[in-house]
């Protein structure tokens, strides 16, 4: 066992780990990155199949980053953005609010999503109380969605299991239908969509006046790469404003190249009133987060009598090193054409799925666009037998990893309202990559169908 492995299984508490794989001799060890690859500690090879956690946008290993990151260190490594502003900080939201949709041009700096999202929920009842409607405090989303893990996120958030262990959370939450399985029916409308009318009921039980935000993502991540019908993100738009109800994309995941796009909500023809985004941002390099506000809003609550600030704050929001990181990243994001490398390979991306479909009875159907996309998993897809729980279970906890860790694999296998496994490859990924990310997929999945059909 090596000297990490033991010092982690001894002192390093997990996140989302079962302790049964934690205490596993074979717990993996990374040790260093390169492009869309990973290394552990005995020199072996692993593709990035998830890009970490959606993050490493601009792959592994680069020098510029890290550069950019030990210049900003010596000249100014802390200050905040209280009372005060850094040239790091002012830079990094002015080039996030170029690249934003429509008027979101104020830009309020955390630390990661779950942060993001807690800040969005903040300003969205600040902004309502400034406005004198103080009883504007809930919030809707979608089912299955998943918002965070903060207290406040975590209510947002709409997965069970993850918010059970943490007994009564913030009150005020309702949850609509995601659009899993959705079509716009034929002759008509986005507005016709059973989630969008459910949603309008919930409103209507609620009370619009007692409603501060919608949330949800562009794609929605839990659940399985949720692609929106068509029409549905201008639908979603046009019920918030006639409700008079703030609209937030949660972008963490969907901004910065991951749908092909600076952000999702681009690429479905609407602008929220706020983005929620950190991921790839920096592409892991450091942590960084926040939530982009339309100016008039921001504006609004700071000229509130009442208000006059937003009254919330992180020591580490806007921090002169994770800024220097995001703006040499998404200057590389830009000059290297990455989102059109995305855009480019994203119908091969998409061939290749099929081929798998044509070639796997275990494999029902994949979801996604740009470089996320979902894999869901059955028991027979020509007689339609869905999985058991047991079946479900074993497959992600076992007979999955075990074929990742054969064919050099990391992703992620999900088990989110259906058994599934996320493919979200760096956005650097070419033609080469992604067939040896199809070989390693195509492997797992044999490994599937000889689990269920032996």
Known sequence: MSDTRA?????????????????????????????????????????????????????????DIPAAAAKQMEKLAYWTNWSAAHPMAADAAATIARRAPGDLDTVFFVNSGSEAVESAVKFARQYWRSQGQPERTKILSRDMAYHGTTLGALAVTAIPK????????????????????????????????????????????EGPQTIAAIFAEPVQNSRGALVPPEGYWPELRAIADRYGILLVADEVICAYGRLGEWFGSAKYDVVPDLITFAKGSTSGYAPLGGVLIRQPLAAALLDSPSAGMFTHGATWGGHPVSTAVALTNLGALAEEQVLENVRANEPYFQQQLDRLVDAHPTLGEWRGTGYFYALELTGDSASGRQLTAEEGGALVREVMPKAMRDVGLITRPDDRGATMLMLSPPLIADREVLDDLFHCVDAVLTATDHYIRP
């Open 162 to 205: 993850y918010k059970e262990p943490f007994g009564p959370l913030m009150p005020g939450i309702r949850h609509f239908p995601n659009t899993l399985g959705e079509q716009v029916p034929e002759g008509g409308t986005a507005a016709d969509l059973p989630s969008l009318k459910a949603l309008v009921d919930i409103i209507e039980e």
């Open 7 to 63: 010092l982690a299984q001894r002192h390093l508490f997990p996140h989302f780990t079962r302790g049964q794989a934690w205490k596993d001799e074979g717990l993996p060890i990374i040790e260093r990155g390169e492009g869309c690859y990973l290394y552990d500690d005995t020199g072996r090879r692993f593709l990035d199949g998830l890009a970490g956690l959606f993050c490493v946008n601009i792959g592994h290993g680069r020098s």
